[in-house]
């Protein structure tokens, strides 16, 4: 869990700088997609070396399926390996008709990663007028603005 907190935390504190109680992400905010009883826990391997990993929860009744964490360690971007794993992903969960994820509106390069790699449509943004019902008021900068992306997948 230490190494997907450090990830997520990096542009948390590039973008805001540290909060005053020195968490930037809450374990909570990990805890809840690592150990969630549907999730699917990959580390991702480059190799003999990790490189990063994902956390995917499955449903397999409605074949909604979420990203809900996706890291590469980020002296291994731009390499192709996050579209490679995406594309492993989707072909180890054919069934899946809809992928869901989120992802705040500040990361850039994870938006245009999913919007122009991967082929994700930007379908709810969540912000101070518009509150995510799952997440409300945390007092977390990072949770104040982002974007809810689907993929629709053909049958």
């Known amino acids: 869990m230490k190494d997907v907190k450090e990830i997520f935390t990096i542009g948390v504190i590039e973008h805001f700088g ?36 994902v956390v995917l929860t499955i449903d397999k009744e409605t074949h909604r399926n979420k990203m809900n964490l996706f890291y590469i360690y980020p002296d291994c971007h731009s390499r192709g390996l996050g579209y490679a794993v995406w594309k492993q992903i989707e072909s180890m969960y054919p069934e899946t008709k809809v992928w869901e994820l989120v992802t705040p509106c500040f990361e850039k ?21 518009h509150k995510d019902p799952d997440y409300p008021d945390s007092g977390y900068e990072y949770r104040a603005e982002y974007f809810r992306f689907e993929k629709l997948m053909k049958p």
């Open 109 to 129: 390069r994870n938006i245009h990663f999913y919007v122009n790699k991967c082929g994700f449509h930007i379908v709810e943004y969540f912000n101070a007028r």
């Open 18 to 53: 540290m909060p005053d109680d020195g968490e930037p992400v809450p374990d909570r905010d990990v805890d809840e997609a690592l150990y969630h009883p549907k999730a699917d826990v990959f580390y991702v391997y480059q190799g003999n070396k990790r490189v990063g990993g």
